[in-house]
Structures are given as C-alpha cells and as structure tokens.
C-alpha cells in the first residue's frame, strides 16, 4: 500500500525558510527517484525538486539556488528545505516518485503560504 504524508507547511513572510518532510511508504520509496511537486490555485500541478537513490539532485528553474532536497533512505523521508521564500512560491506542496501522475497515489500535501 502506497502511503506519503506530508507535512512541515505553514504562513512565512517573503524571504522566510520552512522545511517540508515527506514519509513515504517503503514500496514507493526504495530504488526510485523521489521529489517535491507543487499546485498553486488555479494551475496545474508542477514538478519542483527531485533526488535520485544516489542523491543526485535537480530543480525547477524557479527554484535553484534557494530550495535544497535530501533523502534519509533509513527513514523513508524526503525533506524540502526551502528558503528565501516569495509569494509565488505559495502553493500545496506534495512528494510522490519522479515521474507521478494523476494515476499514482498522492497525499494530502503541505500548505505553503507566503505572505507578509
């Protein structure tokens, strides 16, 4: 059975930091890519960060240089932290396996609310 909870969301003026976990289930988890999606209101549901078994990691353009993912393979969590936080990044944050789509089991995903 396929389970991700996600939490750690919250109001946090611009330029504010926050870290998103997410405990995923051991099937979904073990030997995949994992990462971080986002659904603002009114758009569609966009791939953020991802971070392979190995830790190799990659970005959303939109993102580098102020959101970092990791991984505890030990702990089947994958962690967004997330600093220099603006308003367009206000969104629910989810964490499925890279790629997911409307066919895969998501959580409830984290609410991240930007603004001051």
């Known amino acids: 059975q396929v389970q991700l909870v996600e939490s750690g969301g919250g109001l946090v003026q611009p330029g504010g930091s926050l870290r998103l976990s997410c405990a995923a289930s051991?099937?979904?988890?073990?030997?995949?890519?994992m990462g971080w999606y986002r659904q603002a209101p009114g758009k569609q549901r966009e791939w953020v960060a991802l971070i392979t078994s190995a830790r190799n990691t990659n970005y959303v353009n939109s993102v580098k240089g102020r959101f970092t993912i990791s991984r505890d393979n030990a702990k089947n969590t994958v962690y967004l932290q997330m600093n220099s936080l603006k308003a367009e990044d206000t969104a629910v944050y989810y964490c499925?396996?890279?790629?997911?789509?409307?066919?895969?089991?998501w959580g409830q995903g984290t609410q991240v609310t930007v603004s001051s």
């Open positions: 499925n396996k890279v790629p997911a789509g409307a066919q895969n089991t």
């Open positions: 051991g099937s979904i988890f073990r030997s995949n890519v």
